[in-house]
């Protein structure tokens, strides 16, 4: 009896050194595909694209030549439409923290209510997220078609004349104008983030606040919103990325006009390297754009992955 | 007793008039583009947007759908997302089982190189991207764009899949280890069947943003047979958006699948996105 488990024992042993052994490489089948594809197609072109944004490049010829800064330079100082592109990319971030947070925060508060059909409600405000960029796109470019779409056709049937407008047309309203089209879209997303967040609010916790006195305002403030601070660091970061990703809208609706009025960083760059065949200066703006994003990101991650430790 | 105060409670009578009325305004593009998809062109003309439409033209929907041709179109969006939802889902469960259940030098940092590219946009790398696609000779083709696109949906299904192995008792891994089981088998014996409903909801969530995908299809297949929906949309706004009618029953067609699949798994949806954006 004695002596079977002693075999045991060194027969387990035995299989623990080897695992030791071995415990270096036992990963490596499970991390590799996922690493290996990972690291080609998605970090090495990042890490090409700084390389490159030191090249003058048309992105097609053998030839290119290493000019250090200049494409840099070129872009800060002789590129007005840089310019717009990075004011356009700043007033979408700046407009979705305003206006889609704030739609959907108060669209989550209210169907947070047990309100009669609440979840047609809800899937009817997340519908525009589940479908193409372009296509959403495409629906508000005929919406806002000047003669025969239904904006200006309503303005006009409601006797508001003075109110029609060339939407996508005019450079100084179309950046707005798709925006819209972008509140329409992106609004449901940050609806479900909040009511994930507000069905974290204990209920005991409210009528705790109920039973100390509190009306329903300071209840609002002092329970539920300081509920959700973890869910608005969320919901922030996810619209500033959301943001500086935009492209198939843009591209959709205006490519970039009338006038190159609604350039944004993330579409001048492709402009760059694939329209006018500068990959140099292409992708010196690509790398602004990964700045601006990592300036946001990282405290990011680090608070993400403090909390997870927790 | 609460349920009747509620039901009477003006506050939330008028709240449900004001919801109802932005739903009415949330759904209302998808009526427009619906009405117009199905109108004549002297219709369209004659009742504008509002109107219904006199006869139902369905003639619309065959025009675009060979002028968008969308038998190609379709058929390769149908080939790429399902061969890219089950390779991705399945490359990535095999890094978040290892980065869950093994020990190894580096395992946090990796984890964080993962996540960081859940939050990149793209355009960053397009450029060098379809330089090196080009390089190994794999534009307009299947292999060159699932690659990519594996590699841009793997960051975020590791990091949802991972949060939810952690969730999953190591008592019954650890047990099935000592008996001798090997890695392989207690991920495909205990942590695949029990992570089913994540697998499922990022199936689905993976399965409409790659139908939906743009900007990597647009440098990647550039030739007109090997172009996915989005990216046949956008060329017939370019080319026939004076048709409006058919431009709409496009529309219509293309956007069509993603709401019945949004229809039939709408719970998967938010509970997706849900555990992508809150669990760390």
């Known amino acids: 009896m004695q002596q079977s488990l002693d075999t045991i024992n060194t027969k387990s042993r035995q299989r623990n050194n080897e695992h030791i052994g071995l415990r270096r490489f036992i990963p490596m089948p499970f991390l590799l595909p996922a690493l290996v594809i990972y690291a080609v197609f998605a970090l090495y072109p990042m890490v090409n694209a700084l390389e490159l944004s030191f090249y003058d490049w048309d992105g097609v010829s053998v030839e290119r030549n290493f000019v250090g800064v200049q494409n840099y330079i070129q872009i800060f100082t002789q590129d007005p439409v840089f310019w717009t592109a990075v004011k356009n990319s700043l007033i979408w971030v700046f407009l979705s923290l305003l206006v889609p947070t704030m739609v959907g925060m108060l669209l989550a508060l209210a169907l947070n209510q047990r309100i009669f059909g609440r979840t047609s409600l809800r899937a009817i405000f997340y519908l525009p997220a589940i479908i193409a960029s372009i296509a959403v796109a495409t629906i508000w470019g005929w919406m806002y078609n000047p003669i025969l779409g239904v904006i200006n056709a309503s303005l006009k049937s409601l006797g508001m004349n003075s109110a029609i407008q060339d939407w996508l047309g005019d450079p100084k309203i179309a950046l707005y104008s798709i925006f819209v089209a972008y509140v329409w879209q992106s609004s449901g997303v940050a609806m479900v983030l909040f009511l994930a967040g507000l069905q974290g609010v204990p209920e005991e916790l409210k009528e705790a606040a109920r039973v100390d006195g509190a009306n329903n305002w300071q209840i609002f403030w002092h329970v539920i919103i300081a509920c959700l601070r973890e869910t608005f660091i969320v919901v922030i970061v996810l619209t500033i990325i959301n943001s500086l990703k935009v492209f198939d809208l843009i591209v959709g609706m205006t490519s970039g006009g009338p006038g190159q009025s609604t350039q944004v960083l993330a579409l001048w760059s492709y402009t760059q390297s694939f329209g006018l065949h500068d990959f140099g200066n292409g992708m010196a703006i690509a790398m602004v754009l990964l700045a601006i994003t990592l300036i946001i990101v990282i405290p990011y991650l680090i608070w993400t992955s403090r909390e997870g430790s927790k | ?280």
């Open chain 2, 1 to 280: 007793m609460i349920a009747r105060l509620r039901k009477a409670d003006p506050v939330i009578v008028g709240l449900w008039i004001a919801l109802v009325l932005v739903a009415i305004i949330w759904a209302a593009p998808f009526v427009f583009i619906t009405l117009t998809a199905f109108k004549t062109r002297p219709d369209l003309i004659r009742t504008g947007s509002f109107g219904l439409p006199t006869t139902l033209a369905w003639e619309n929907f065959t025009t675009a759908w060979d002028r968008a041709n969308l038998s190609t179109t379709a058929l390769n969006s149908a080939i790429i997302a399902f061969t890219k939802v089950p390779l991705g889902l399945f490359v990535s469960s095999l890094a978040a089982y290892a980065l869950t259940r093994m020990r190894f030098r580096w395992q946090k940092a990796l984890f964080l190189l993962f996540a960081l590219g859940t939050m990149i946009p793209v355009q960053v790398a397009l450029g060098p991207l379809f330089r090196l696609v080009l390089n190994l000779g794999l534009l307009n083709n299947y292999i060159g764009i699932l690659l990519p696109y594996i590699a841009f949906g793997v960051p975020y299904q590791i990091f949802i899949l991972r949060g939810f192995f952690q969730n999953i008792p190591r008592e019954l891994d650890e047990a099935a280890l000592m008996d001798g089981a090997s890695h392989l088998d207690v991920y495909r014996r205990i942590i695949l069947p029990l992570a089913t409903p994540a697998l499922a909801a990022l199936f689905i969530l993976d399965f409409v943003s790659t139908w939906n995908e743009f900007p990597m299809a647009l440098v990647i297949l550039q030739r007109q047979e090997a172009w996915t929906i989005p990216l046949s949309l956008q060329a017939f706004q370019g080319q026939f958006g004076n048709n409006y009618t058919e431009m709409n029953a496009a529309i219509v067609m293309a956007i069509l699948p993603v709401i019945i699949v949004y229809m039939l798994f709408q719970r998967y949806f938010v509970s997706g996105l849900v555990a992508g954006a809150v669990k760390g």
